[in-house]
């Protein structure tokens, strides 16, 4: 093997980690968005706005890229933490005036959709989940149970309806009437999202659309909720070149290098037993919410149920 052989062999190593001038090819950097979005914690990944903003901006701010890749696999999950993470990559994208395009793993759902939204360009998989463009809230009554239990709930508040919904007292029609109320409002703002970033490329009536309903990648692309079905490394060498580069931007890394919410969602939770049980993992306090975390992972669990998962 020549010297010459050797020497491109270690170039092409070493071009991810070089500054954009020195690269052979186009720079497109790539940052992963996995997990459901709202739920992460310091021993297990998700998405929140904290915990990805500032590998958007990272990516963003390589020089000389031609365009930000975004990979999705998301089920779901908090509507204000996919909204902020939206807001945040539409503004990168003004401010940069380079596009953004998204590449399905495999699942784009409600608010993972809402972040796939983002880009001017969606590309799936051949057997991705796109879709479920509604709202739900699930939870459990516990209040039959406690009755047979013999467990008092004792629970004093200053307003009337402070406690609506509380899953250790009966069901009130006016309290669901409310949550109903705020879904619709939520559905309807999703849906307004939606049809600003791809109004010009849907087709189907708004109940088929907007019902909640998910499909794999042929018939999303039917639908123009995505532009295109393939993948990333396909995509984005049929569109620069055989030589474009895809450095993977890093989120915030966590304990045993996994990510950990900023200090946003750290602020949050701080005094509560979820912060005290996440940020302290080799301490007597691990016990603390260990029956929330357990809750919590029976949620996300359910979330990527939903689509076979």
């Given at each position: 093997?020549?010297?010459?052989?050797?020497?491109?062999?270690?170039?092409?190593?070493?071009?991810?980690?070089?500054?954009?001038?020195?690269?052979?090819?186009?720079?497109?950097?790539?940052?992963?968005?996995?997990?459901?979005?709202?739920?992460?914690?310091?021993?297990?990944?998700?998405?929140?706005?904290?915990?990805?903003?500032?590998?958007?901006?990272?990516a963003f701010a390589v020089k000389g890229a031609k365009?930000?890749?975004?990979?999705?696999?998301?089920?779901?999950?908090?509507?204000?933490?996919?909204?902020?993470?939206?807001?945040?990559?539409?503004?990168?994208?003004?401010?940069?005036?380079?596009?953004?395009?998204?590449?399905?793993?495999?699942?784009?759902?409600?608010?993972?959709?809402?972040?796939?939204?983002?880009?001017?360009?969606?590309?799936?998989?051949?057997?991705?989940?796109?879709?479920?463009?509604?709202?739900?809230?699930?939870?459990?009554?516990?209040?039959?149970?406690?009755?047979?239990?013999?467990?008092?709930?004792?629970?004093?508040?200053?307003?009337?309806?402070?406690?609506?919904?509380?899953?250790?007292?009966?069901?009130?029609?006016?309290?669901?009437?409310?949550?109903?109320?705020?879904?619709?409002?939520?559905?309807?703002?999703?849906?307004?999202?939606?049809?600003?970033?791809?109004?010009?490329?849907?087709?189907?009536?708004?109940?088929?659309?907007?019902?909640?309903?998910?499909?794999?990648?042929?018939?999303?692309?039917?639908?123009?909720?995505?532009?295109?079905?393939?993948?990333?490394?396909?995509?984005?060498?049929?569109?620069?070149?055989?030589?474009?580069?895809?450095?993977?931007?890093?989120?915030?890394?966590?304990?045993?290098?996994?990510?950990?919410?900023?200090?946003?969602?750290?602020?949050?939770?701080?005094?509560?037993?979820?912060?005290?049980?996440?940020?302290?993992?080799?301490?007597?306090?691990?016990?603390?919410?260990?029956?929330?975390?357990?809750?919590?992972?029976?949620?996300?669990?359910?979330?990527?149920?939903?689509?076979?998962?």
């Open positions: 093997m020549s010297d010459g052989s050797l020497f491109s062999r270690f170039r092409r190593g070493l071009e991810p980690l070089l500054p954009a001038r020195m690269r052979s090819g186009i720079t497109v950097p790539v940052v992963r968005l996995h997990g459901a979005i709202g739920m992460a914690t310091p021993l297990r990944p998700g998405i929140t706005f904290s915990g990805v903003a500032k590998a958007l901006e990272r365009a930000v890749a975004l990979l999705i696999n998301s089920p779901g999950g908090s509507p204000v933490q996919s909204h902020l993470v939206f807001r945040r990559i539409r503004a990168l994208a003004q401010e940069k005036e380079i596009p953004v395009f998204a590449f399905v793993e495999d699942v784009a759902a409600s608010g993972g959709y809402m972040l796939a939204c983002a880009a001017d360009e969606i590309v799936a998989d051949r057997f991705s989940i796109v879709g479920s463009i509604g709202v739900v809230s699930a939870g459990f009554g516990f209040n039959r149970a406690i009755d047979k239990l013999g467990i008092d709930r004792r629970v004093y508040t200053a307003g009337t309806r402070k406690v609506i919904l509380d899953p250790f007292q009966p069901e009130h029609p006016e309290d669901v009437a409310k949550l109903k109320t705020i879904q619709r409002e939520i559905h309807e703002q999703f849906v307004d999202l939606v049809k600003e970033r791809r109004g010009g490329v849907l087709s189907g009536s708004d109940d088929t659309l907007f019902s909640g309903e998910f499909w794999a990648s042929g018939e999303a692309l039917e639908h123009g909720l995505i532009d295109a079905v393939g993948d990333m490394r396909s995509f984005l060498r049929a569109r620069y070149g055989e030589k474009v580069e895809t450095p993977l931007i890093e989120t915030a890394g966590g304990w045993f290098g996994r990510r950990r919410p900023g200090v946003g969602a750290l602020a949050a939770l701080e005094g509560t037993e979820w912060f005290s049980a996440d940020l302290a993992p080799f301490g007597s306090s691990v016990g603390a919410g260990l029956a929330d975390r357990l809750v919590a992972s029976a949620e996300e669990r359910a979330l990527w149920g939903r689509y076979g998962l």
